[in-house]
């Protein structure tokens, strides 16, 4: 039985992915940090896909104790889906040192920390897939989200090198840069922006977490064996 940590998985696109990697077999580990019931729910629901003993597993992974704590509970990881993230809208000028570490330790150090629990076992059976879910954001930067982008460009350097680190231990890292998806992350923009987005977007779609998920069911896969250290947009071609 493979296991799948997918962190930040009690809403929007980490949901998503669990649904999508329960149903090609894993056991899932949901990570949540604040949901509860709605992780719990999901946890519920990956039973009926495949009675696998799916596990749910509450930790802020900007902190190390909690996400090692979250790893002695999981045991070992095939898959690590490091979704979970936060995100801020704030002129640069406005922002406080709390604010770009918050970012920092949750959309950078989260990675790094969950990435160093599960690699042991990964180095050890010299199998395992890793992404990383970045943003277009840290491909060519949002306006009134500078330490966002910057924290989602730092993921992207952080795949690549990564990816070249274990490409011998036949551990493949790759990353997704979503394009504007349809999650609580971004209803703070209010419909008239969220409409505008979807005009800017050449495929005049406002993306759905299940297209990330879908990606990810091809990066973690067999299909993708030859694929590492890549950045994948999934983004309607807002960004080409
Ligand atoms: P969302 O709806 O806001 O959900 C965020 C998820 O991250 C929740 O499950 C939340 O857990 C979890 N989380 C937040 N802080 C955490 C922490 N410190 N420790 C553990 N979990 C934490 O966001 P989303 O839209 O699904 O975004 C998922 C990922 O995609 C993020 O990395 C985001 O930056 C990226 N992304 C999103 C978009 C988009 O348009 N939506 C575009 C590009 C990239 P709780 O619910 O338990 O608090």
């Known amino acids: 039985m493979r296991t799948a940590l997918v962190t930040?998985?009690?809403?929007?696109?980490g949901a998503a992915i669990a649904r999508g990697l329960a149903a090609d077999g894993y056991r899932i580990a949901v990570n949540y940090h604040s949901r509860e019931a709605d992780a719990k729910a999901l946890c519920r629901e990956l039973q009926q896909i495949a009675g696998l003993p799916h596990i749910l597993v509450r930790a802020d992974v900007s902190d190390r104790s909690q996400v090692e704590s979250m790893f002695h509970t999981i045991g070992e990881v095939d898959v690590l889906v490091n979704n979970a993230g936060i995100a801020q809208q704030k002129l640069f000028t406005d922002l406080t040192e709390a604010d770009w570490d918050r970012m920092f330790d949750v959309d950078v150090k989260g990675v790094f920390h969950c990435c160093q629990l599960a690699l042991p076992h990964m180095i050890h059976q010299k199998s395992g897939a890793i992404v990383n879910i970045s943003?277009?954001?840290g491909q060519v930067g949002a306006s009134c989200e500078v330490h966002y982008s910057a924290a989602k460009a730092a993921v992207i350097g952080f795949?690549?090198?990564l990816a070249k680190e274990l490409g011998p231990s036949h551990?493949?890292?790759n990353c997704i840069a979503p394009g504007v998806i349809d999650t609580e992350m971004n209803a703070l923009l209010g419909a008239e922006t969220l409409e505008?987005?979807?005009?800017e977007t050449p495929l005049e779609?406002?993306?759905s977490p299940t297209h990330i998920a879908d990606a990810v069911r091809f990066l973690v896969s067999d299909r993708a064996s030859f694929i590492t250290g890549q950045v994948l947009g999934v983004n309607g071609g807002m960004v080409i």
């Open 135 to 137: 943003s277009m954001w």
């Open 171 to 173: 551990i493949r890292v």
């Open 159 to 161: 795949t690549k090198a």
């Open 8 to 13: 930040g998985a009690s809403r929007g696109i």
């Open 196 to 199: 505008a987005l979807r005009e």
């Open 205 to 207: 779609l406002l993306g």
